[in-house]
């Protein structure tokens, strides 16, 4: 299936190809599901697919002893996974787990990496991507030593509702500490935080945000740096 770039949902990466590239790779892609829980890739193993959601999120997440993981960083319609094909490496220690199921165009590593060395759009916002990624990786970090919980719950938060577009998300407590790298008990205390301060309702499965500035305001600059960030390096124009 063809990538039609006035689709929706659709993908910043994809949309951004010029008329050129997007007819070399359009033939190459192929829409699929992803569903919760499904590994897009491996750790050490060899990447033989990059994928670019269009309503899914995916972590990449680094997984420590006793099989306890932490996301360091996440996903969504913004961006692509697979990067360590752009960089040569063709592998990496990290897993990508798909953590909200929904839509994404696949294609052969190959492919992107060949059009990547042609030196043309798609090489100039892969690189811009990897600088906005990187400034949330190295955000995320920071945090984790200089921020409380509930800092670092609200900019998650934020963070996958920019990914997913939607203020409704589809998250549990027990797969949030996973993430973070914290306690379930932790973070249904910095929840209930939130909650009781109007910020977000959450249920069952569910997480609502009901009140985006004032997470903004909590989360700080554990949120605004890197948005900032996602801002400055626009994929939407030339």
Partial sequence: MQYKPS????????????PEE????APHLEYVRLTLGTVLYESQAPIEHIYFPLDAMVSLVATLAEHNTTEFALVGHEGLVGLPVIWGGMSTPSRAIVQVPGSAMRVKAEIIKQEFDRGGMLQKRL?????ALFTQM???????????????????????EDSLQKNVLPLTQKYIAQLLGTRRATITVAAGQLQEKGMIRYSRGSIEIVDRPALESTAAESYSVVKQEYDRL?????
């Avoid at 689709?7 to 010029?18: E, F, G, R, V």
């Avoid at 690189?127 to 600088?131: A, E, F, I, R, T």
Wanted: charged content about 10%.
């Fill in 7 to 18: 689709s929706t949902p659709s993908n910043h990466i994809l949309t951004a190809l010029s």
């Fill in 234 to 238: 626009s994929f939407t124009g030339p």
């Fill in 138 to 160: 190295a955000q995320n970090s920071a945090s984790k030593s200089h921020h409380t919980v509930e800092q670092r719950l609200a900019a998650w938060l934020l963070l996958v």
């Fill in 22 to 25: 997007n007819q070399r790779i």
């Fill in 127 to 131: 690189l811009l991507y990897m600088q």
